[in-house]
């Protein structure tokens, strides 16, 4: 009743009805690995939701407060006003364990589902033209997301994250020339000053979340201008998009997933115990904890400092410390690797055109070799974090553990690196539809070098055991070149209506639109369409006259014998004036 007229008011004033009409039409792919960016998209919701609520109860302050609460091993003890705020929270706030508990689940999980969707990106290759600029949205988005969750896990100012803050302002003091300055800068002082937990609380509730919901906004816009990319199909190719639209269908998958995302964080701030600082105790400079290990998400980084042999030396008077390697060089090239990935790809294959079809991974095994040797890399990284715990449990000495992964960060991604890489290679040359389908037989065809193919204009056929009777036809037309595909025994021809500029780009086109099909052929253009069916037209009109014509006499001989027939049957006219009643004279 109330909510009609007013849409109608603003669409009066807004004209905003074409738009909406627009947007409702969208169409989105069906496949489950585009959720993850959605994933991580609700994460940072549900970061935002319960990060305004603990900001009305966290005092961002390193001075001197006594604590007097339900934690009865601290009260009466004096620590700085965010730890004891912190722990207020936990123990005295309604609610407030169960929403900071969620909030840390929030960030892991923001954190991993970005991953999860980088890798996804590089994997099929996502990340090429048109989109690089959203893949370097997506990279600085894990920057940030990497920053803002290290700035949040220290501002409670326990024991374990002060030691976590130790150990990064040693590594930014580290960078030579500019390494102490930018430790001054960014905590206002030498470590630990009265003004890092204030810098860190504006950085982590202010700044980066700001840039973070500008980014989201400019990688959703650009996703809407470009279109979604989709992968390989049937029906699908490089200028449309197969899938739901967004209104009613993709709007109820996607807010069912909103809301499983928020029960599945809000159960394990409930039910999972996470950060208990309380347990910890204060910060003091001159202590720390041991086992100590940070989030999963900066791990790589702890174990890269670990693992680092303790090598020092001297550049023009001024010292190298050992931190910087593993700390800043190791961190700076990842992520400029990852910036530069879509232009380093781009030069080497020198593919300039825009994709809107996505890329079996199997397709491109260099790819997934280097992906998956660099993600074994930093897995070593992330378990190498916490030698200490894996000492104890295993009850080795933690030197032997230490110098066992130091082997494995160097020998394991290479090992997984080159087994992808041949994995892949027998995927795209064998028969194998999956992983687990695949023999030795494939195994050895992908080890070996790849055969050449033959230069000739026509490409031999080679029958496909699996698509027996379907191939790809194309025929040069002019000066561009088209496609078709050809089933003969659903005897179904469909003919590929954009033209492409060289036979090999024809080629590339069919087999992304029908994977699978490796039968193609050079037969010829065939016959015009409009010649075919005007000769179809013609005949069929020459047909339906002929029949006219016929019903026409046949009708018309039948009414003649009718009206013959209905004279032969009437009286003549005295016998009609005789058979009148009463002799009267019928006029």
């Not at 009613?248 to 809000?266: D, E, N, S």
């Not at 791990?299 to 400092?305: E, H, K, Q, Y």
């Not at 995927?427 to 030795?440: D, F, H, I, K, N």
């Not at 027939?565 to 005789?578: H, V």
């Amino acid at each position: 009743m109330i909510m009609g007229p007013l849409a109608r008011a603003l669409d009066d004033r807004l004209r905003l009805s074409p738009i909406t009409r627009r947007a409702l039409a969208k169409i989105f792919p069906d496949h489950w690995s585009f959720m993850l960016g959605e994933i991580a998209l609700y994460s940072f919701i549900a970061l935002i939701l319960t990060g305004v609520y603990l900001t009305f109860f966290f005092d961002a302050s390193s001075a001197d407060r006594v604590y007097q609460g339900s934690y009865a091993p601290l009260d009466g003890a004096t620590t700085s006003a965010a730890y004891a705020s912190t722990v207020r929270l936990s123990w005295d706030v309604r609610a407030g364990l169960l929403i900071r508990q969620t909030h840390h689940w929030a960030a892991l999980a923001f954190v991993a589902a970005i991953v999860l969707h980088l890798s996804r990106i590089f994997f099929t290759g996502a990340f090429r033209k048109p989109r690089e600029l959203n893949w370097l949205i997506g990279v600085t988005m894990l920057a940030l997301a990497l920053a803002n969750g290290f700035t949040g896990y220290s501002m409670p100012d326990d024991l374990l994250s002060g030691l976590g803050l130790r150990i990064i302002t040693s590594v930014v003091e580290s960078i030579p020339l500019v390494g102490t300055w930018l430790a001054a800068l960014a905590l206002g002082g030498e470590f630990p000053s009265d003004e890092m937990i204030p810098r860190m609380f504006i950085t982590h509730v202010l700044l980066v979340p700001a840039i973070l919901v500008a980014l989201v906004s400019l990688h959703l816009g650009i996703l809407v201008r470009q279109k979604h990319s989709q992968f390989p199909g049937p029906g699908r190719t490089e200028h449309n998009v197969v899938g739901s639209r967004f209104w009613p269908g993709y709007t109820l998958r996607t807010l069912a997933l909103f809301a499983w995302v928020l029960a599945v964080l809000f159960a394990l701030g409930g039910l999972v115990q996470i950060n208990p600082v309380w347990l910890y105790g204060p910060f003091a400079p001159a202590e720390s904890s041991s086992p100590a290990q940070p989030d999963w998400y900066v791990a790589w980084g702890d174990g890269a400092l670990r693992l680092f042999p303790p090598w020092e030396f001297r550049i023009g008077g001024y010292l190298v410390p050992a931190p910087f390697f593993p700390g800043v060089v190791l961190g700076g090239l990842s992520f400029v690797a990852l910036y530069l990935w879509p232009f380093i790809e781009r030069w080497c294959t020198r593919d300039r055109r825009p994709h809107q079809l996505l890329d079996r991974p199997r397709n491109h095994p260099v790819r997934v070799g280097i992906g998956v040797g660099a993600l074994t890399f930093y897995v070593v990284l992330v378990v190498a974090a916490g030698d200490d715990i894996l000492a104890r449990l295993l009850r080795v000495p933690v030197y032997d553990l230490l110098a066992l992964f130091r082997v494995l960060v160097l020998v394991l991604p290479i090992v997984t690196g080159v087994l992808a890489f041949l994995i892949a290679r027998a995927l795209r040359r064998g028969e194998a539809a999956s992983l687990g389908e695949l023999t030795r037989a494939d195994l050895r065809r992908g080890a070996r070098p790849a055969p050449r193919r033959p230069t000739g204009e026509d490409e031999p056929e080679v029958p496909v055991r699996h698509r027996p009777g379907e191939r790809i036809e194309l025929w040069p037309h002019g000066e561009v070149w088209r496609w078709r595909y050809r089933n003969e025994a659903g005897q179904l021809t469909l003919t590929n209506n954009r033209a492409v500029t060289s036979q090999e780009e024809a080629v590339e086109t069919a087999r992304l639109a029908y994977p699978g099909v490796d039968r193609v052929v050079v037969p010829g253009p065939p016959p015009p369409p409009a010649r075919a069916l005007r000769v179809a037209l013609r005949r069929w009109g020459r047909a339906t006259a002929a029949g006219s014509l016929l019903v026409a006499a046949l009708l018309g001989r039948r009414r003649e014998r009718r009206r013959r027939r209905d004279g032969d049957d009437e009286p003549p006219p005295a016998e009609q004036a005789d058979a009148t009643p009463g002799g009267a004279d019928p006029t």
